[in-house]
C-alpha cells in the first residue's frame, strides 16, 4: 500500500491532467458548499460567475508559470538525491520521516516564510496587492496571484526542497494537499464556530484566514500560514477576529471598485503606489 502510494506521487507530476482534476475537483466541491453555507454575504460587482472568471484568468497564469517551474522542481529534487544533499539525507529518514520533514520545509519556505516577505518588502507588496485587493473572498481567491508572485513562490519553493532535500514523491503529496488547502480556507464557507477554532490550532482554517483578508492593519499582516497554522503561532504573528467584523479589500494602495478589471490588476504593480 505504502510503495504504490510512493509510486503514485512520485510520478504525478507527469500526469498534468490528473494534477488539474484535483484542481477543478477541489474548486468546485467547495464553489457548491460555499453556496449552500456561505460565511459572508457576497457583493460581486455583476456576479459570482464574473467574479470567479477574473479569478480563474489569474490561476490559469499561475499553472502555466507553474509547468516551465516543475522542470527546475525536478531537477532540484533530483540533484538533491543525488548528492544526498538536505534535511532528509542527512538524518538519514525513512519514508514516513521524509514526508514529514518535507512537509514541515516545504510548508514554512513556500506557505509561511514567502508569505510575510511578500508582505514586508515594499516592492514584492505590489504584487501580493492583486490578491488582497478581491473584496469578495471565496473559493475562485486562492490563486489569484500576479504573474510575477508566482514566480516568487515558486523560488521560495526551491528553498524548501534545497534545505530539506526533499524527494518527488513528498514535494507532490505536499502540492496535492496544497490545492485542497488553499481552496478550503479561501471558500467562503461557515463551519461551526468550535471546530473552526480546534482545527486552527494546527491547521489554517477558513475562518482564521479570512482574518488575514480584512481590509485593515494589523489584521492584513498575520496568519500568513498556507496549511499549518504552527508557524503563526510560534512565530506570534497569529490572530483572531470575528467574522462578523471581517471587511473584504484594501484601505489603500488599490481602489475597491476596481477590484475585477483583470488588465489594470496586471499593470498596477509597474505604477507607483501611494505609501
Not at 458548499?33 to 455583476?46: C, S, T, V
Not at 480584512?214 to 489584521?219: A, G, V
Request: include cysteine; aromatic fraction near 16%; proline fraction near 4%.
Amino acid at each position: 500500500m505504502l510503495h504504490h502510494m510512493i509510486q503514485y506521487f512520485q510520478t504525478l507530476e507527469h500526469r498534468p491532467l490528473q494534477r488539474l482534476l484535483f484542481l477543478t475537483g477541489g474548486l468546485l466541491f467547495f464553489w457548491m458548499i460555499e453556496g449552500a453555507i456561505p460565511l459572508l454575504p457576497m457583493r460581486y460587482r455583476q456576479n459570482k460567475w464574473r467574479h470567479g472568471a477574473v479569478n480563474i484568468a489569474f490561476t490559469i497564469i499561475h499553472l502555466v508559470i507553474h509547468t516551465f517551474l516543475a522542470l527546475l522542481i525536478i531537477k532540484l529534487s533530483d540533484w538533491c538525491l543525488q548528492q544526498q544533499f538536505g534535511l532528509v539525507y542527512w538524518l538519514k529518514a525513512g519514508i514516513w520521516p521524509t514526508i514529514l520533514i518535507s512537509f514541515l520545509a516545504l510548508d514554512f519556505f513556500g506557505g509561511w516564510l514567502v508569505h510575510i516577505t511578500e508582505h514586508k518588502v515594499g516592492f514584492l507588496w505590489r504584487f501580493h496587492v492583486i490578491h488582497h485587493a478581491d473584496n469578495n473572498v471565496d473559493v475562485t481567491t486562492g490563486l489569484r496571484h500576479h504573474p510575477v508572485e508566482s514566480i516568487l513562490r515558486g523560488l521560495f519553493f526551491f528553498m524548501g526542497i534545497f534545505v530539506s532535500g526533499a524527494p518527488m514523491y513528498a514535494v507532490m503529496i505536499f502540492q496535492t494537499i496544497l490545492v485542497f488547502s488553499t481552496a478550503f480556507t479561501h471558500a467562503n464557507i461557515s463551519l461551526p464556530g468550535w471546530l473552526d477554532a480546534t482545527l486552527s490550532y494546527l491547521l489554517v482554517s477558513p475562518n482564521m484566514h479570512k482574518v488575514h483578508h480584512h481590509w485593515k492593519q494589523p489584521f492584513t499582516d498575520s496568519n500568513y500560514g498556507a496549511i499549518l497554522s504552527v508557524w503563526d503561532r510560534l512565530l506570534g504573528t497569529f490572530k483572531k477576529l470575528s467574522p462578523s467584523s471581517i471587511r473584504y479589500g484594501l484601505d489603500r494602495y488599490y481602489p475597491n471598485e476596481k477590484d475585477e478589471d483583470f488588465v489594470q490588476l496586471l499593470k498596477s504593480p509597474f505604477r507607483k503606489m501611494d505609501q
